[in-house]
């Protein structure tokens, strides 16, 4: 942060995938090396695709539940009910006012469901007249945003990042820059993202997914190993409130920690899916440059780290290609949490905070054997105790765009 009066730091923090929402319990199982599988859904059993294995948060977000009214639920589909579910956990640790809040969060696309809707309305009765008037809310990429804004009746500035997978860890970074430019005080940033059976089957049929492992879900997620077979995908949401550290100072918060800063950068190179070592490179070295910090301080990497074959590689030379003879620590929550696409950032965010705050490493689960390519700079493989002050966290997107969190520790 250039202006360090406008330091940002979190003070409240949610997040939910298929191992649950109690953060706690989470945070437990990562600390200890514990996975927990994910499972076979129906509906890819039901459409035939190869992986039939997602991850799901077993929480049907009903309105009623979530304090939200029949005239708003209309608008809302599952990625709003989630984003909310998230926010009001956050906000109600952070102990803020969400009038005056910014709202930085999204998904990686509209709501799903509510094209099929009406794709089956004009199939049936080949009427455009017989669409609900409610639909526009829900397709547009704003809809988490502007259902979250509209929830909490807020006045400040609200608006989605679409960045593929790298989206949540944007929402974090633009929420940071509002923050840091005095454009707002106090930020809700983050992602969600929930099951569809479109967005499973164009996953499946690109072949990025791990199509190998549906009769041994426990190894299905591995990511650094030499038999990696690719990522698996889970829903979930990851929120982060923000503000500045005067402010929360000031009223007597608990500071979960800090972002430092944080770097961008695209691949360059042509080509829409594969990975490249100098993005990577980039996004962290610029991340350092705008944080201010020496290579020899980051005790750790969160990374991208997916359990895809070109992909994990590619991170890992990107950091041996910035850091050097310096060895950082670095290992894949992925392999735990499934990839959750736009909500990965946030929560990897929040995963990494709670590392830097009791001097833990996660290992990368699955890991062994590890890919010969790595074997004389591997990752973190078995619980690690280690005191520990600043971290970064990479989110890599399709189309080449990649995102460096700094995190320091409170």
């Known amino acids: 942060m250039s202006d360090l009066s406008r330091q940002v ?9 298929h191992m649950g929402d109690d953060l706690e319990a989470i945070q437990k199982d990562l600390r200890e090396g514990r996975a927990t599988p994910l499972k076979i859904w129906q509906p890819a059993v039901d459409f035939r695709t190869r992986c039939k294995l997602v991850g799901l948060f077993e929480n049907p977000l009903e309105p009623d539940d979530l304090g939200i009214s029949k005239k708003d639920a209309r608008f809302m589909g599952r990625a709003a009910r989630m984003a909310i579910y998230c926010a009001k956990k956050a906000l109600s640790q952070a102990q803020v006012d969400s009038r005056d809040i910014a709202v930085v969060v999204g998904s990686g696309t509209g709501d799903v469901e509510t094209h099929r809707y009406i794709h089956s309305v004009l199939e049936k009765t080949r009427n455009g007249t017989r669409i609900s008037p409610t ?4 397709l547009m990429a704003s809809t988490v945003s502007a259902n979250l804004a509209n929830f909490f009746e807020s006045t400040g500035p609200s608006f989605t990042a679409a960045a593929a997978c790298a989206g949540g860890a944007y929402s974090i970074l633009l929420a940071s820059e509002l923050i840091a430019n005095g454009h707002c005080e106090k930020a809700i940033a ?6 569809d059976i479109h967005f499973h089957t164009g996953f499946d049929s690109m072949r990025g997914y791990n199509v190998e492992d549906n009769d041994r879900p426990e190894r299905a997620l591995r990511p650094y190993a030499a038999d990696r077979a690719g990522f698996l995908f889970s ?3 990851g929120i982060l409130i923000l503000e500045t550290q005067e402010a929360a100072s000031r009223r007597g918060a608990k500071i979960l920690g800090k972002i430092r800063g944080y770097g961008m950068s695209s691949d360059g190179q042509h080509d829409m899916v594969a990975p490249s070592p100098e993005g990577a490179r980039l996004s962290m070295e610029r991340a350092l440059r705008h944080a201010r910090v020496k290579r020899e301080e980051v005790d750790y990497i969160n990374t991208h780290g997916t359990s895809t074959r070109l992909g994990d590689i590619s991170e890992v030379r990107g950091i041996r290609d910035l850091f050097g003879d310096l060895h950082v620590a670095y290992s894949s929550t992925k392999g735990y949490t499934g990839h959750t696409v736009s909500a990965a950032g ?5 995963f990494t905070f709670t590392m830097l705050r009791e001097g833990w490493i996660a290992p990368s689960v699955n890991a062994e054997p590890l890919d010969p390519d790595i074997k004389d700079y591997p990752p973190v493989v078995v619980p690690t105790v280690k ?3 600043i971290a970064l966290s990479n989110s890599f997107g399709f189309g080449g765009t990649n995102v460096t969190l700094v995190l320091e520790k409170p």
Do not use: D, L, N
């Open 346 to 350: 946030p929560i990897e965010a929040i």
């Open 135 to 138: 639909v526009i809310p829900r």
């Open 190 to 195: 983050g992602g969600v993202e929930v099951a």
């Open 9 to 17: 730091v979190v003070t409240g923090v949610a997040a939910c995938c």
């Open 235 to 237: 829903e979930g949401g």
């Open 387 to 389: 005191p520990m002050k």
